[in-house]
């Protein structure tokens, strides 16, 4: 079965201090890993997915297979950065697209 | 705005009454997907359309719903009789025809339904 397990509901952290955010997944297959951001009053938007190797915004994950961890991490974290983040699921023979996502972080930066 | 469109925004209905729920994704993407996001929990898919086809509906999809997509553009979500455990945020989302490395999923802002 698939699953998405984001141990922290809420995270707290101070302005210039770095950020992880934890993701553990269940998949028996090749997974495609997502982290989807939304941001007060916005809509659910992409922040990045593992296939792309890039940071956006600062951010950075990486996939690891061995420990099955998808963790979203940036060194300095702002203010703008408070938002909830989904860590999310799917697998290549599904299409990348049907996501199983995660319960989700509320990341809350302090000044 | 040329994102993805639902509605209405929000929905208050009375236990047993039918909804129905409406979607127009961006114009030129043919594949529409129904989530539902209850709260303190992520999104949990419900089904997808290519096009006009409805190709996989989720198991949490009971018999009291249904999507249609009669001409491939919007799309609407119907749920008869519908109980209190059918309170959630019912999100819409498009995502264009290629497989490209940026494809993404795009989200609408939702419908948030009440039953009371």
């Known amino acids: 079965a698939q699953r998405v397990t984001q141990p922290e509901k809420l995270l707290s952290v101070f302005k210039g201090a770095p950020v992880e955010l934890k993701c553990n997944y269940s998949?028996?297959?090749?997974?495609?890993l997502f982290w989807y951001v939304q941001y007060s009053r916005q809509r659910l938007q992409l922040l990045l997915r593992?296939?792309s190797r890039e940071s956006i915004k600062g951010f950075t994950a990486d996939l690891n297979k061995g420990e099955t961890s998808f963790h979203l991490k940036k060194p300095f974290a702002q203010e703008e950065d408070s938002a909830m983040y989904y860590c999310?699921?799917?697998?290549?023979?599904?299409?990348?697209?049907?996501?199983?996502f995660g319960q989700g972080t509320r990341l809350t930066i302090n000044p | 705005d040329t994102g993805v469109s639902q509605n209405p925004r929000h929905k208050i209905t009375k236990r047993g009454q039918n909804v129905t729920f409406r979607c127009d994704p961006i114009?030129?993407?043919?594949?529409l997907y129904w989530y539902r996001q209850t709260l303190g929990q992520g999104p949990e898919f419900l089904t997808y359309?290519?096009?006009?086809?409805?190709?996989?509906k989720s198991r949490l999809l009971s018999d009291r719903f249904s999507a249609e997509r009669p001409k491939g553009s919007f799309s609407t979500l119907e749920i008869q009789r519908t109980e209190q455990g059918d309170s959630a945020m019912y999100l819409c989302?498009?995502?264009?025809?290629?497989?490209?490395?940026?494809?993404?999923?795009?989200f609408g802002s939702g419908t948030q339904l009440s039953v009371l």
């Open positions: 114009s030129e993407h043919n594949r």
């Open positions: 998949y028996s297959g090749s997974p495609e």
């Open positions: 593992h296939i």
């Open positions: 989302a498009s995502s264009p025809p290629v497989m490209t490395s940026n494809e993404k999923l795009f």
């Open positions: 999310a699921l799917s697998g290549w023979d599904q299409g990348a697209q049907k996501l199983v």
């Open positions: 359309f290519q096009n006009e086809a409805q190709l996989e």
